[in-house]
């Protein structure tokens, strides 16, 4: 089975923090995916990397930025923590070159960061 | 706007009832998907039905896709405390991002 491991489950930072997501994923997927998820609005796109080093904006990428160094990490990074930041935040990996491959994603079991 | 939405945004059956969760959404795809999120967890896939099929088949879960009228619905047959959760419906339009929708809350009463 696919596993996405997001290194903490719950993380309380300050306004202003410079705040960092890890995500790994162990089956070598090609796509990587950063969401949030609030109340009532569903899953929103942050960012998404179809390859290592490639990273292209989701609809809400403000005050946040990624990095994908290796193929099976991907990292999200707020710049400087805001409080409309609190969330639950989740990542997702999905095998396939394209999006054409008719594969679903794979989540893991999410972040809830606060920011206080 | 959400491609996919839900519908009804929340339902309560009692256990071995029927469960019947529909999604609507707005522009032509290439498969759609539903998943399945635990209270606190992330989402778990289900099931991918692709646009040239219109019914599929998994365990106690059956999908249906009408590409004419742009909507799915997603049926759990008797259904069990288990099953509580939210449900999510997704497309993929054929690029890389797949649009999830705002999700129904299943409740089932033991």
């Known amino acids: 089975d696919v596993k996405v491991t997001q290194s903490s489950r719950y993380l309380v930072k300050r306004t202003g923090e410079k705040v960092f997501l890890e995500c790994v994923q162990d089956m070598d997927h090609e796509n990587m995916f950063w969401y949030r998820q609030d109340p009532g609005l569903g899953l929103r796109l942050i960012y998404f990397s179809y390859d290592v080093k490639m990273k292209e904006k989701g609809d809400i990428p403000e005050g946040y930025s990624v990095s994908r160094e290796k193929k099976e990490r991907f990292s999200l990074i707020l710049e400087s923590a805001s409080t409309n930041q609190t969330s639950m935040y989740l990542c997702?990996?999905?095998?396939?070159?394209?999006?054409?491959?008719?594969?679903?994603?794979?989540f893991g079991d999410g972040t809830r960061l606060s920011i206080l | 706007s959400q491609q996919g939405e839900e519908d009804p945004q929340a339902l309560s059956i009692q256990e071995g009832e029927n469960a019947t969760m529909n999604c609507s959404y707005k522009?032509?795809?290439?498969?759609l998907q539903w998943y399945r999120q635990n209270s606190g967890r992330g989402l778990v896939h289900l099931i991918l039905?692709?646009?040239?099929?219109r019914e599929k088949h998994s365990g106690r879960l059956r999908v249906t896709l009408d590409t004419s009228k742009k909507s799915s619905s997603l049926l759990i047959t008797a259904s069990r405390a288990a099953d509580t959760a939210s449900y999510f419906c997704a497309t993929d339009a054929g690029g890389f991002k797949t649009i999830f929708g705002a999700g129904t809350r299943l409740f089932v009463k033991a």
């Open positions: 522009t032509s795809i290439n498969n």
């Open positions: 039905i692709r646009s040239n099929e």
């Open positions: 997702a990996s999905r095998a396939g070159l394209t999006g054409l491959s008719n594969q679903p994603q794979h």
